[in-house]
């Protein structure tokens, strides 16, 4: 979801409200509210909470709402969990921590400790060429064993990596595209879905897309193992 703002740079929740709106009839699975798109790295912790609070409030248990809550402070990141649980969100959306050029380590520490300040799901988001930091394979897997942490969005553009975070994580980690001109290679690499820019303008294509794709993804397996084994 985008964040519309008045020209004074205030947020205009009469427009904010229509596209939540237009989300939900449309039949998105989801919101995320004060992500990248969102505007959640300009926004002040006040208003971050309070789009959070609206949107919770005017969505009113139709679809989840997922709050953005990531920083590459870590302390940061932890308050902004813990604000957006008691605003009511359903779910938490966690960046890279950009900038910074985290190690490895460094980046399975700070998910871990936002991971367990809070009781909601998380979803990952790795951007590399936004943030500056890649969110290894191997780090994934050894993510994808706390149990709140539930799905990332993969936006590296690397399928070669895609491939490798579903064959370690399997079930325990839903992969998103966070490209929306990537959406069939990321579903037939294994992921479920997409966590989209795009569809605040063509939702409804969108819906009827990915599961379409899935559809032929899995009529080739099943042919596939069938030559194979028969």
């Known amino acids: 979801m985008v964040t519309p703002m008045y020209e004074d740079g205030k947020i205009n929740y009469h427009v904010f409200k229509q596209l939540l709106e237009m989300q939900i009839e449309k039949k998105a699975d989801a919101v995320i509210i004060a992500g990248t798109t969102g505007e959640g790295s300009t926004l002040s912790d006040e208003e971050h909470i309070a789009l959070v609070e609206y949107a919770v409030k005017t969505v009113h248990g139709r679809i989840p709402v997922i709050a953005g809550a990531g920083s590459n402070n870590t302390a940061h990141a932890i308050y902004m969990s813990k604000q957006c649980e008691k ?3 359903d779910g938490l959306f966690h960046v890279t921590s950009y900038y910074n050029k985290t190690s490895q380590q460094g980046l399975f520490l700070h998910f871990k400790a936002c991971a367990e300040a809070t009781s909601l799901p998380i979803i990952l988001y790795n951007v590399p060429s936004r943030t500056g930091v890649n969110i290894f394979p191997a780090t994934y897997k050894r993510l994808s064993e706390i149990d709140n942490i539930v799905a990332c969005k993969e936006a590296s553009g690397n399928f070669s ?6 064959a370690l994580c399997k ?3 839903t992969i998103y595209s966070g490209n929306d001109d990537q959406i069939t290679s990321a579903l037939a690499l294994g992921g479920k879905g997409v966590i989209s820019v795009l569809s605040i303008y063509a ?7 990915v599961p379409l794709i899935l559809q032929e993804i899995q009529k080739r397996v099943i042919v596939f193992n069938c030559n194979i084994w028969n």
């Open 87 to 89: 605003a009511g969100a």
């Open 161 to 166: 990596q895609i491939a490798k975070i579903a």
């Open 171 to 173: 079930d325990n980690l």
């Open 203 to 209: 939702l409804r294509k969108r819906i009827k897309y």
